[in-house]
């Protein structure tokens, strides 16, 4: 069972920047592929970035392509991810999620979950 705690998050002007982190414990974190997702009031839970189990391959949303980076240190448990040049639009509960089987930016995929932090971008 693996338990992971997001943090970082919080209110910032637009044209701002944040980073998230995701602490993972209960599992072996370099064996899990894993991915962001957020959800904004009203909306499904749409995917934001992954990166995989050891770091080489990340791929991100269009929306968020060239603004927001995601890395991972192995050693610490924990997945980062960098986000910049926040606009309205990214409002919304941010949550990490590990998947042991497959890389991918389905969230039906992903077994365990964090609670999310919320992040507001005000205008």
């Known amino acids: 069972q693996v338990q992971l705690v997001e943090s970082g998050g919080g209110l910032v002007q637009a044209g701002g920047s944040l980073r998230l982190s995701c602490a993972a414990s209960?599992?072996?974190?370099?064996?899990?592929?894993m991915g962001w997702f957020r959800q904004a009031p009203g909306q499904e839970r749409e995917f934001v970035a992954y990166?995989?189990?050891?770091?080489?391959?990340?791929s991100a949303a269009d929306s968020v392509k060239g603004r927001f980076t995601l890395s991972r240190d192995n050693a610490k448990n924990t997945v980062y991810l960098q986000m910049n040049s926040l606009q309205p639009a990214d409002t919304a509960v941010y949550y990490c999620?590990?998947?042991?089987?497959?890389?991918?930016?389905?969230?039906?995929?992903?077994?365990?979950w964090g609670q999310g932090t919320q992040v507001t971008v005000s205008s």
């Open positions: 999620a590990a998947s042991r089987i497959l890389l991918t930016s389905n969230p039906n995929y992903y077994t365990y």
């Open positions: 209960g599992g072996t974190f370099s064996s899990y592929h």
């Open positions: 990166i995989s189990s050891r770091g080489d391959r990340i």
